[in-house]
């Protein structure tokens, strides 16, 4: 049975999606489109505006004036505040919409896009609204000891950086988007969003919801095209100030050799090869935690717990269980009903997990289960778990972004450190055990900016998220994210 698609939605694919620039909806100045594909079929899903530089130049412009003349500048925070909450209301309002449309154009199953992504990225709204009137500065006492005897009042003011370009994934659209949103316009910056060509349609949707929501023109624009046209135009835009972005680590290396053009600031949100970490001693939970860290959007996560560690005592009891799991999801479109696991966004992403796993079954792994392409229409993969790994491994080493973990024994807590930071990446890790001292000695030896102490995968808005080593720059969300899309003046009075 397949979940009934809202007439709304239906509306929304049918009809040619145009770029939001100034407040308008706009075709591509090229007129070109291209399709995002439904990944269940690989069939059409709606009709999207190709934009390319001219338009990320349009858009720029709309922004830069909307920074340096518009009203948004002279609301007070409270009114800003104000705003941001009723972005947060709308995306509740329009819940089931938006989670079908994430359905339909990434793949996830239904209800999980209802259930985490909708209220999730409501949640960045509402959280940050509150900043809006919390963003403070500082009075500083100061010596100068080459001039004796002078008095100075100073102070610190956190202003905005001004013109931000943000540029996102394709595995949580819309979170993405707000996780990225919310933040700059709680601190009083204008915003160019370029979304993921292969799931453009929830920041769409969301450029009306926030138009809606009484966000002045040119403060917020959508433009929709690739990453190599209009994402590396804007990145290398000399009147954008910053750029934010989250994806791969390769992308976020352009990213910043892009920005240096005009040294904007950059935050980085890149990849990881987790390290999940169980030890004997770990309750039964450990086993659904292990596959939840995983499998959990198909593997298509920057934090997906995709090197298992178990201590030896335990190592088949844990694989077993973890592959049984495994075995047992229930794959389909998106939007049937039952379904527990949807297909990879793209064509491109399949090709890329099954390469992955072709290579680690030919370099020596076992594939406990899994290890291949599910049916043969839609972008599946099976959900697979791969033993007999050597740390040298590309499937060990590289990250897979599918559902597809490496398990591999360990000895002891001695050990263990070394083997979960033997990574270029430093994002997320999750440790499972019943010795709550053992287990904060080792998230202290850990170099990654998350750590899950017997969870994993759980994200808060107040909880900063980001990466150590090549797995980023910067924190998104807490009250750490603001210093990302501030600047400090330090102003000082001679009295
Ligand atoms: P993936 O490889 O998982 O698709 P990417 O890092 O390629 O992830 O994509 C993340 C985002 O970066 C997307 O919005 C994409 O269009 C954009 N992007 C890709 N290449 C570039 C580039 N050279 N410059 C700027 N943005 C890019």
Redesign the pocket.
């Known amino acids: 049975m397949t979940v009934t698609v809202d007439r709304s939605v239906e509306e929304f694919t049918a009809a040619p999606r145009q770029l939001f620039i100034n407040g308008q909806w706009t075709t591509a100045a090229s007129g070109k489109t291209f399709d995002t594909p439904n990944p269940a079929t690989g069939q059409t899903l709606a009709r999207i505006a190709e934009g390319d530089a001219a338009d990320i130049d349009k858009a720029v412009g709309a922004a830069r004036r909307a920074f340096d003349d518009g009203p948004w500048g002279r609301l007070t925070p409270s009114e800003r505040g104000r705003i941001i909450w009723r972005i947060g209301d709308l995306i509740l309002e329009h819940a089931e919409e938006l989670a079908q449309l994430e359905s339909l154009d990434n793949g996830k199953p239904y209800p999980v896009a209802l259930a985490a992504d909708i209220p999730l990225s409501a949640d960045m709204f509402h959280y940050m609204a509150g900043w809006a009137t919390k963003i403070e500065g500082n009075t500083i006492d100061i010596s100068v000891p080459y001039m004796p005897g002078a008095n100075f009042h100073t102070y610190t003011l956190r202003e905005p950086v001004g013109v931000v370009g943000q540029?996102?994934?394709?595995?949580f659209p819309l979170l993405m988007a707000a996780w990225k949103l919310a933040p700059a316009l709680t601190t009083g910056n204008t915003v160019v969003l370029?979304?993921?060509?292969?799931t453009p349609l929830t920041a769409l949707k969301l450029a009306e919801l926030i138009a809606a929501a009484g966000v002045p023109d040119g403060v917020v624009n959508v433009v929709t095209g690739?990453?190599?046209t209009?994402?590396?135009a804007?990145?290398a835009h000399p009147h954008v100030d910053k750029v934010a972005?989250?994806?791969?680590t390769?992308?976020?290396k352009?990213?910043v050799q892009?920005a240096a053009g005009n040294l904007k600031k950059v935050s980085l949100e890149l990849g990881g090869k987790s390290p999940n970490i169980v030890f004997e001693d770990a309750s039964p939970a450990a086993v659904e935690g292990a596959a939840n860290a995983i499998f959990f959007n198909h593997g298509q996560c920057c934090v997906a717990g995709s090197r298992l560690f178990v201590q030896e005592g335990r190592f088949d009891e844990v694989v077993e269980g973890v592959a049984q799991i495994a075995r047992s999801i229930r794959l389909g479109p998106g939007m049937e009903s039952g379904t527990q696991m949807g297909p990879l966004v793209s064509d491109?992403?399949l090709r890329r997990v099954t390469g992955y796993l072709e290579s680690g079954l030919a370099d020596g792994a076992t594939a406990v289960t899994g290890g291949t392409r599910h049916g043969d229409q839609g972008y599946f993969v099976e959900p697979t778990v791969l033993t007999n790994t050597r740390p040298d491994m590309k499937v060990v080493r590289e990250e897979i972004?599918g559902p597809v973990v490496v398990a591999a024994p360990f000895s002891s807590i001695d050990d263990i450190a070394a083997a979960a930071n033997d990574t270029d990446y430093g994002l997320g890790a999750g440790i499972w055990t019943q010795d709550i001292s053992k287990a904060h000695a080792l998230a202290k030896k850990i170099r990654a900016g998350s750590v899950w102490i017997n969870c994993y995968n759980v994200f808060d808005a107040s909880l900063p998220f980001g990466g150590y080593k090549q797995s980023g720059w910067g924190r998104e969300m807490g009250h750490e994210v603001l210093e990302a899309y501030t600047e400090v003046k330090a102003v000082t009075t001679l009295l």
Do not use: D
């Open positions: 540029i996102i994934p394709w595995n370029k979304p993921a060509e292969q690739f990453g190599e209009a994402g590396a804007l990145a972005f989250t994806g791969s390769e992308v976020g352009l990213i892009a491109e992403q972004f």
